[in-house]
C-alpha cells in the first residue's frame, strides 16, 4: 500500500469535490440519475480517502500530523514600525497552508462522510438538479477547507464558500418559506463572519508575524501556528508592555483586548453554534431547507461554530477561556435545557429536531466550559457523535416527507406499521439521541458532565436534568410518529428503498460503533489534548 | 479450576447472540424464532448453573476482568465483568425465568404476528440484565441499566398500536429516567471522589468499607448514596416514582412475569446489595433507605387491596414486596434483602404467568368477569394458589421464610418498621385471598364460558417448574440455617432469629386468609362490605391515591406550561427582536443597493456591512 506522506493527501482531498464539480458541469442537466452518481462517487472518493487517513495518523503524535503549505501572494507593506532585528523590508504573505491533527481530523471524516449520505439522500431532489450537485460539492470543499485551514484569512475563504453555497442551497431547493430562511440564514452568517473577520484582523496585526532571518523580512500572515507561538511567549512582542521595550510597541495586545478578541471570538462562533439567543436563523434552515442540506448543516456546519471556538478561542486564550468558563457553561446550561423545553412543545418534527440540536450543543459548550481534559474530550465526542444522530434523523425526515407529504406531529401516527424499517431506525436514532449507552450520544454527554462536576459541580448537577428533559421531548416526538394507530391514508406506503436504506444503516452503524468502542475516537483526540491542550489547562490551574 | 468462572462473560453473549440472529432473520421464521430465543437462554442457564456449582466451593475466589474503553487524560474508564457468589445468584435467577418465560411465550404469543420480534427483544433484555449481572464497575452497570431500561420500553410498547401501550412505554421511560439521572449524577460524584477515580466494586467495597478513614466526608457520602437511592427508586418502582409499573402491565405477560417481576424491577435491589459498603458508611442513608421501603410496602400493598385488574393488583402486590426487599437493605440485612429477591423472583413469575394462562382462557384482565375457573383450569389454580400462599408468606413456602427474614431484622432494628412490615403483610394476604377467591372459586361470570380450558403444557410446564421453586426456594436461609447469608457475606452478618416475629408473621397470614375468606370466599359480591361503608376509602385506594393525578397536575403541567411560555418568549421576543433587525438591515439594504435585484442582494448586503466593519476596525486599530 502506498504512503500517504508521499501524497499531498490534504489537497487530495481538498479538490476531489471540485473536480467532482467540473464533472457535473458537463454533464447534461436532465440527466439526474447521472449527475447523482457523479455526486457520490466524487463525495465517496474523499470518504474513503480520509478513512485512509484516519487509518493512517499517528495517535501519538501531538501537532499537525499533515501540513501541506504554499505561498499565494505577497504583498509588500510600508516600513511602519522601528527596525530592530535588523529588519530591511516588510511583507503581508498570503499563504496556503493545510493541516490537521487529532481535533481536526475526526471532523474531516464526518464531513466526509455526511457529505456522502447526504448524496445519497439527495434523491428526493426534484429539480435543477446541475446546479444542486455544483453547489452541494463546493459546499463540501468549503467545509473540509475551514477544517484543514491552518492560515486565517484560508480560513476566512472557506468559511464564506460554506456561506454562499448554503444560501443557493437553502434558497432554491428548500420548502415553502426557504427564501426568507436562506436571508435570515445569510445576514446572521454575514454579521458573525464579519465580527469574526475582526478577530482574525486584530490577531494577525498583533501576533501574526515572524522575521525571516535569511532575508531580514519582517513577514505578516495569517499563519496559525506564529499566532499560537506568539501568544505562548512571554518574550514576544504581542506580550510585552510597551514599558517593557522601551515606551512603545505597537504589537503589544493588553488584557481588555485579549478579552475583547476573545469574546468578538465567541460571539462570531457562538452564532454558528448556536448560542442562545442567536439560534433563530438555524430554526428557519432546518425547517425550511432541503433535509440533505439540513443533514450537512446541523450535520457539519454548526460544528465549525463549536471547531472554531476551540480552534480560535481556547488555545489562543485560554486565561479568557478560563475566566469566562462560567459564563459559557452557564450558557450552555441555558441551551441544553432551553432547547429541550421548547423543543417538547413543537407541533413540527423538523422543529423538535431543530430545537434538539441547540440543546445538544449546550453539552458542547458545558464540555468546552469545564475547561479540563474530559471535558474537551467530551465536548469533541458530542461534536462527532450529533453530527451523526442529527444527519440520521434528517434523512429520515427526507424519506418519511417524501411518503407522507407531511411531517406536522398532529398528523402523523402508527407508521411501524407500514414502514417498520424506517420507524426502527427512527427509534434507534431517537434513542441515540437522548443519550442511550450504547450509541454514541451517551459517551459525549457523560464525558462532558463529568469534566464540567470537576470545575462546576451546581451547573453539572442541573444539567442532569436535561437528561430527563430529552427522553421527554425525544420519545414524544418518535412515539408520535412512529406508535399508536395509523392513518389510513399511510398504510398503503411503501418501506425504504435500498439506496434510502444504505446511508441510514451506515450512519447508524458508525453511532453504535462509537458508542461501544468510543477509544476509535478518543484515542486520536487525546494526544491532541495532551499536545496542546494540556499545557494550557495545567498552566491555569496551577496559577 | 474455576474454568466457568473465568469464561462467565460468554454467558450474555449466547442471548445476546440469538437477538442478532433473530433480527437478521426477520419476521418468516416464527418457529426457527422461538427455538433461537429459547435456546440462547437455555445455554445461558445451564452456563450460569456451572458457575453456580464453581460459587458453592467454599474456597471460591472472586474472579474480575477488565479492559481500558476510554482514557480521558490520566485516567482510564474500565469495562469488565466479575463473578462474586451474589453475581452467580443473580446470574441463576436471571436466566431461569429467562428460559422459562421463553417456552412459556411459545405458547402465550403463538399467535401475535410479530412474535420473532418479541423473542428478540426478550433475548436483548437478557442480554442487557446478564451484562448489568455481571458488571464490575459502576459505569458498565449504568450502562446495561439504561440497555434494560430500553427493552423494558420496546415490550410495554410491543403493542404499539395501542395508545395506552404507547402511553406506557414512554411513562416507563421518563419516570425511571428521572431516578436514572440521579444514579449517574451519584456515579459522577463517585468518580471524583474515589480515591484513584476507581469505580469498580471491589475498590468501592473496600474505601467505604474501612468506615470513614478516607477523604470522603460523611456529607458526600450521604449524598453519593442518596443518588445512587434515586436510580433504585425508579428502576424498583418504589414511591415516589412507582407510577410506571402499574401502567407497564400494558406489555405482554410473559413479560411482566420477567421483567416487571422477577429480574429488573429487583436490580434496584442488586444495585443496593453491589454498593452496599457505601449506605452502610452512612446511617442517615440507611434510614432513609428503610424508610422509603417501608412506606413503599404498605402503601403499595393497600392500593392493591381495591384495584380489579388481576395484573394491576400484581403490580402493586410486586411494588410493596420490593419495599421488603429495600427495607430490608436499609435495616442493614442485605442477606434478608437478597433473600427475599431471590424467592419472589420465583413465586412473582409464577403468579403473573398463571395469571397469563388466565387471561389467555377468557380474555380480560378484570377479575369481576372471571370466577370459578379453578375447577375448569386446575394446573393454572393450583400453581396460583401455590404462589398465592408463597406471596402471603404461609409456611413452608418460599416466601415465609425470606419475609421472615425481613420481619425478625426489622424487630431487632426498628420496632416501627416491624409494625409496618406486618402491616403490609396482613394487606397482602388480604388481597391475595381476595384474587384467589374472586377469580378460581365461587361462581363462573365469565362472557364465554365454554371457551374457557386449561392452557398448553408449554403455558402449564414453565408454572409447574415455578411453583416447585416457589416451595423449596426458601430452604437457603431459615431461622435454624443461614447458609445463604454465609455464603453470601461470608459469614459477616448474624442470623436474626426471633420467635416473635415467626409467631407475628404466621398469625397474620392465617388471619389475613380468614378475613379474605369471610369477605371474598363465601359468596361473590361485586363490592366489599368495606365499599358500602366507607366508599371515600375504597375509592381513594382505587385511585391509587391519586399520585398520577397529582403529578400530571403539578408535574406534567408545570413542564408543559414552562415549556409554552418559553416557546412563546422564543417565537415573539427573540423572534421579535430578530425580526426588527433584520427588516432594518433589509430596509437599509434596499437603499444601498436599489441597483440590485434577484436574491444576490441580501448577500451583496452583508458584504457591504462587513466591509464597513472591516475598515473600522483598521482604523480603529490606531487608536487602541
Keep these: 500500500m502506498m504512503d500517504l506522506t508521499d501524497l499531498p493527501i490534504l489537497s487530495i482531498i481538498l479538490a476531489t469535490p471540485l473536480i467532482g464539480l467540473l464533472v457535473v458541469l458537463l454533464l447534461p442537466k436532465h440527466r439526474n440519475r447521472w449527475l447523482q452518481a457523479a455526486a457520490i462517487i466524487f463525495t465517496l472518493i474523499p470518504l474513503v480517502l480520509s478513512l485512509m487517513l484516519y487509518a493512517d495518523y499517528d495517535r501519538h503524535q501531538g501537532g499537525n500530523a499533515y501540513e501541506e503549505t504554499a505561498n499565494w501572494v505577497e504583498v509588500p507593506l510600508n516600513k511602519e514600525t522601528q527596525a530592530s532585528n535588523g529588519v530591511t523590508s516588510f511583507t503581508l504573505s498570503f499563504q496556503y497552508d493545510l493541516g490537521i491533527d487529532g481535533l481536526s481530523l475526526p471532523l474531516v471524516v464526518l464531513t466526509t462522510l455526511i457529505t456522502a449520505m447526504a448524496a445519497f439522500a439527495s434523491v428526493h431532489v426534484k429539480k435543477r438538479w446541475k446546479a444542486f450537485y455544483a453547489w452541494f460539492l463546493l459546499l463540501e470543499t468549503g467545509v473540509l477547507g475551514v477544517f484543514m485551514a491552518r492560515d486565517l484569512f484560508l480560513f476566512f475563504v472557506f468559511f464564506e464558500i460554506t456561506l454562499i453555497a448554503m444560501y443557493f442551497l437553502i434558497g432554491i431547493w428548500g420548502y415553502f418559506n426557504r427564501e426568507r430562511a436562506a436571508n435570515q440564514f445569510v445576514i446572521y452568517n454575514g454579521l458573525g463572519s464579519a465580527i469574526m473577520l475582526i478577530a482574525f484582523i486584530l490577531l494577525v496585526s498583533t501576533a501574526g508575524f515572524h522575521i525571516d532571518q535569511d532575508t531580514s523580512t519582517f513577514i505578516y500572515s495569517g499563519s496559525y501556528a506564529d499566532i499560537v507561538r506568539n501568544l505562548a511567549d512571554p518574550s514576544a512582542w504581542v506580550n510585552l508592555a510597551p514599558d517593557q521595550t522601551g515606551g512603545l510597541n505597537p504589537f503589544h495586545m493588553s488584557d481588555a483586548m485579549h478579552t475583547v478578541i476573545f469574546l468578538l471570538l465567541v460571539v462570531a462562533f457562538g452564532i454558528k453554534l448556536p448560542i442562545l439567543p442567536f439560534h433563530t436563523w438555524m430554526l428557519k434552515v432546518h425547517n425550511e431547507a432541503h433535509p440533505a442540506i439540513v443533514m450537512i448543516h446541523s450535520g457539519i456546519l454548526l460544528k465549525m461554530g463549536a471547531y472554531g471556538l476551540i480552534r480560535f478561542g481556547i488555545v489562543l486564550f485560554p486565561e479568557q477561556a478560563k475566566d469566562w468558563a462560567i459564563v459559557l457553561a452557564t450558557l450552555g446550561l441555558i441551551n441544553l435545557l432551553y432547547g429541550a423545553l421548547v423543543a417538547f412543545r413543537q407541533t413540527e418534527l423538523k422543529l423538535v429536531l431543530a430545537y434538539s440540536s441547540i440543546s445538544h450543543m449546550g453539552i458542547v459548550l458545558l464540555g468546552l466550559a469545564a475547561f479540563n481534559e474530559i471535558g474537551l474530550q467530551g465536548a469533541v465526542f458530542q461534536l462527532v457523535s450529533h453530527g451523526l444522530i442529527s444527519a440520521l434523523m434528517f434523512l429520515l425526515v427526507g424519506s418519511l416527507y417524501e411518503r407522507t407529504r407531511t411531517t406536522t406531529l398532529s398528523e402523523l401516527g402508527g407508521l411501524a406499521r407500514s414502514m417498520p424499517f424506517i420507524s426502527g431506525i427512527l427509534l434507534a436514532g431517537g434513542l441515540a439521541s437522548l443519550g442511550l449507552p450504547g450509541m454514541s450520544g451517551f459517551v459525549g454527554e457523560f464525558m462532558s458532565l463529568l469534566g464540567l462536576f470537576d470545575s462546576q459541580p451546581w451547573i453539572a448537577g442541573f444539567a442532569v436534568i436535561g437528561v430527563i428533559l430529552t427522553a421527554v421531548y425525544v420519545l414524544r416526538a418518535v412515539l408520535k410518529t412512529t406508535f399508536g394507530p395509523i392513518d389510513e391514508r399511510f398504510l398503503a406506503v411503501k418501506d425504504a428503498r435500498l439506496i434510502e436504506a444504505l446511508p441510514m444503516i451506515v450512519l447508524l452503524a458508525f453511532i453504535l460503533l462509537l458508542g461501544c468502542y468510543p477509544s476509535v475516537l478518543t484515542d486520536t483526540f487525546q494526544y491532541s489534548v495532551d499536545g496542546v491542550f494540556k499545557p494550557l489547562f495545567s498552566l491555569r490551574m496551577g496559577g | ?624
Design chain 2, 1 to 624: 479450576m474455576d474454568s466457568f468462572t473465568q469464561t462467565a462473560w460468554l454467558i450474555p453473549l449466547f442471548p445476546f447472540a440469538a437477538f442478532l440472529l433473530l433480527t437478521a432473520l426477520g419476521r418468516g421464521y416464527r418457529r426457527a424464532g422461538v427455538m433461537i430465543g429459547s435456546i440462547g437462554s437455555l445455554l445461558a442457564l445451564i452456563m450460569s448453573l456451572l458457575v453456580l456449582f464453581e460459587r458453592l466451593d467454599p474456597n471460591a475466589v472472586d474472579y474480575s476482568n477488565s479492559y481500558k474503553w476510554i482514557d480521558l487524560g490520566d485516567y482510564t474508564l474500565k469495562v469488565g465483568f466479575e463473578v462474586t457468589n451474589l453475581n452467580a445468584l443473580m446470574l441463576v435467577i436471571v436466566t431461569a425465568v429467562s428460559f422459562l418465560v421463553n417456552v412459556y411465550s411459545a405458547g402465550y404469543m403463538k399467535k401475535d404476528e410479530r412474535i420473532t420480534v418479541f423473542y428478540g427483544y426478550v433475548a436483548l433484555f437478557t442480554f442487557a440484565m446478564l451484562g448489568l449481572v455481571l458488571s464490575d464497575n459502576m459505569l458498565v452497570f449504568y450502562i446495561f441499566w439504561e440497555l434494560v431500561g430500553v427493552c423494558s420500553f420496546l415490550l410495554v410498547g410491543f403493542w404499539y398500536a395501542r395508545p395506552a401501550a404507547r402511553a406506557a412505554a414512554k411513562k416507563a421511560f421518563i419516570v425511571t429516567r428521572i431516578g436514572d439521572a440521579g444514579l449517574l449524577l451519584g456515579i459522577i460524584v463517585l468518580f471524583w471522589y474515589m480515591p484513584g477515580h476507581a469505580l469498580d466494586f471491589s475498590s468501592i467495597h473496600n474505601v467505604f468499607n474501612e468506615g470513614q478513614s478516607g477523604a470522603i466526608t460523611m456529607t458526600i457520602t450521604t449524598s453519593i448514596a442518596l443518588l445512587l437511592f434515586m436510580g433504585v427508586i425508579g428502576k424498583s418502582g418504589q414511591f415516589p416514582l412507582h407510577v410506571w409499573l402499574p401502567d407497564a402491565m400494558e406489555g405482554p405477560t410473559p413479560i411482566s412475569a420477567l421483567i416487571h417481576a422477577a429480574t429488573m424491577v429487583a436490580a434496584g435491589v442488586f444495585l443496593l446489595a453491589r454498593t452496599f459498603d457505601i449506605f452502610e458508611a452512612s446511617a442517615a442513608a440507611m434510614h432513609t433507605v428503610a424508610y422509603f421501603g417501608g412506606f413503599t410496602a404498605i402503601f403499595a400493598a393497600t392500593v392493591a387491596l381495591a384495584q380489579n385488574d388481576i395484573k394491576r393488583i400484581l403490580a402493586y402486590s410486586t411494588i410493596s414486596q420490593l419495599g421488603y426487599m429495600v427495607m430490608a437493605m436499609g435495616l442493614g440485612s442485605m442477606t434478608g434483602g437478597m433473600f427475599h429477591l431471590f424467592t419472589h423472583a420465583f413465586f412473582k413469575a409464577l403468579l403473573f404467568l398463571a395469571a397469563g394462562s388466565v387471561i389467555h382462557a377468557v380474555h380480560t384482565q378484570n377479575i369481576h368477569e372471571m370466577g370459578g375457573l379453578g375447577s375448569k383450569m386446575r394446573i393454572t389454580a393450583w400453581t396460583f394458589g401455590i404462589g398465592a400462599l408463597s406471596l402471603s408468606g404461609i409456611p413452608p413456602f418460599s416466601g415465609f421464610w425470606s419475609k421472615d427474614a425481613i420481619l425478625g431484622t426489622a424487630l431487632d432494628e426498628d420496632p416501627f418498621l416491624f409494625a409496618i412490615g406486618l402491616a403490609a403483610a396482613f394487606c397482602t394476604v388480604l388481597y391475595m385471598s381476595r384474587l384467589f377467591f374472586i377469580v378460581f372459586t365461587g361462581k363462573s361470570r365469565v362472557r364465554q364460558p365454554n371457551e374457557v380450558r386449561e392452557s398448553g403444557l408449554a403455558m402449564a410446564i414453565p408454572m409447574v417448574v415455578l411453583a416447585v421453586l416457589s416451595v423449596v426456594a426458601g430452604f437457603v436461609e431459615t431461622p435454624w440455617n443461614g447458609w445463604l447469608g454465609n455464603w453470601l457475606t461470608g459469614g459477616g452478618e448474624e442470623v436474626h432469629a426471633n420467635g416473635f416475629a415467626i409467631v407475628a408473621s404466621i398469625a397474620v397470614g392465617v388471619l389475613g386468609i380468614y378475613v379474605g375468606w369471610l369477605m371474598y370466599g363465601r359468596a361473590y359480591r361485586e363490592q366489599s362490605p368495606a365499599a358500602a361503608r366507607m366508599p371515600w376509602l375504597v375509592q381513594l385506594l382505587e385511585r391509587q391515591y391519586y399520585v398520577n393525578e397529582f403529578y400530571n397536575v403539578v408535574i406534567v403541567g408545570t413542564v408543559r406550561w414552562i415549556g409554552k411560555l418559553l416557546h412563546a418568549f422564543d417565537e415573539h421576543v427573540i423572534g421579535g427582536a430578530v425580526r426588527l433587525v433584520g427588516f432594518t438591515a433589509v430596509a437599509g439594504g434596499r437603499v444601498m443597493t436599489r441597483l440590485n435585484n434577484g436574491q444576490t442582494q441580501t448577500y451583496g448586503l452583508t458584504a457591504v456591512i462587513g466591509l464597513v466593519v472591516i475598515i473600522a476596525a483598521i482604523v480603529g486599530r490606531r487608536f487602541w
